[in-house]
């Protein structure tokens, strides 16, 4: 019989396209790697590789080994994950993945009321802006505005609508005046996104509207766009909710760069009765409803299975936008 972890090395080997390239990934020696895949060839019955004089290359039996030692790791990080998401709800570890904005902006103060109610929950905020898997268990809250893929086993609420707007600092807009047509941008200094930060549509609007026009600054992370707006340094786009907080930025009358999606806050079905998890979700929902008046919404915010075919919604196995 064979041995799973004996699987591992041969999956690494595979991969790495060496014995040695996959004890450096594995952390091992490179003889611990060729004697677990010969424990496991003894125990197949069978070569699973061809030793060449460029290396080695997969036999037949390793060309029908290796989709199933795929799905087996697959199932095993499976199960490695749904057992840290319950030893998570376990202790009152609650993992919250969001966008960085609102976890700057939104979340503190959520997180501190929601924190009185429930001083015993370790709150988690992850604003990597990878792919966040709730199916797996990789975190118990996701707070995004985006595109919702389906899925049945994933609870949503909807929390408001996030709405950008083109935003320039007063003493900005003392020196350079109020661009009342989109052809004046070319006159202001403007700031665009960068890397995946350009990706996001109203900045993709911004760049359509410069045309050839060169922007005074690119900046590829949100927090930087806005320290550049807030600081008179150029004009830019902004989430509505979060500009109009501050009194010393004007939305401009160019609609070119408005934008609006929904807010959505999204949980596993498994979640639905675990306590500290059911507290976020309804302390959340009070809290955005008071913030309605920036984050307008005609839309009650029943929890609902995220099998939508809507077009806008926060990843649950995507990036943040």
């Known amino acids: 019989m064979y041995d799973w972890n004996d699987l591992k090395y041969f999956l690494a080997a595979v991969r790495h396209g060496s014995t040695a390239a996959a004890a450096r990934n594995l952390g091992v020696s490179q003889t611990t790697v060729s004697r677990r895949i010969d ?47 319950h030893a998570r709800s376990s202790r009152k570890h609650l993992r919250i993945s969001t966008t960085s904005l609102l976890a700057v902006h939104l979340l503190p103060e959520l997180a501190a009321r929601y924190r009185t109610a429930h001083p015993e929950v370790t709150l988690e905020i992850d604003t990597r802006g990878a792919a966040t898997d709730l199916v797996h268990g990789e975190a118990d809250i996701a707070i995004r505005v985006g595109t919702l893929p389906p899925s049945p086993e994933v609870l ?21 005046g109020v661009p009342t047509e989109a052809s004046a941008l070319a006159d ?103 913030m309605r008046h920036h984050l307008p919404d005609d839309q009650s915010p029943p929890l609902q299975a995220a099998s939508s075919s809507e077009g806008f919604g926060p990843a649950a196995t995507g990036k943040a936008s």
């Open 39 to 85: 424990v496991l060839e003894h125990a197949l019955g069978g070569r699973l590789f061809e030793r060449m004089p460029e290396g080695f290359r997969v036999t037949p039996l390793g060309s029908e080994v290796l989709p199933v030692a795929e799905q087996m790791e697959a199932l095993a990080d499976a199960l490695g994950s749904r057992a840290q998401a």
């Open 156 to 176: 949503r609420v909807r929390l408001g609508t996030s709405q950008w707007g083109l935003y320039a600092s007063r003493d900005l807009i003392g020196i350079c």
């Open 188 to 290: 202001m200094p403007v700031v665009e996104g960068a890397g995946e930060v350009a990706s996001i549509v109203p900045l993709k609007r911004l760049r359509a509207l410069l045309g050839s026009s060169p922007p005074a600054y690119r900046c590829d992370s949100l927090e930087g766009l806005l320290a550049i707006i807030r600081k008179g340094l150029a004009v830019g786009p902004l989430p509505v909710w979060l500009a109009s907080r501050d009194d010393h930025l004007v939305r401009l009358p160019l609609v070119e760069c408005d934008t609006a999606a929904p807010i959505w806050m999204l949980s596993h079905a498994r979640n639905r009765h675990v306590s500290h998890i059911d507290g976020f979700r309804k302390a959340a929902t009070r809290y955005f409803k008071e």
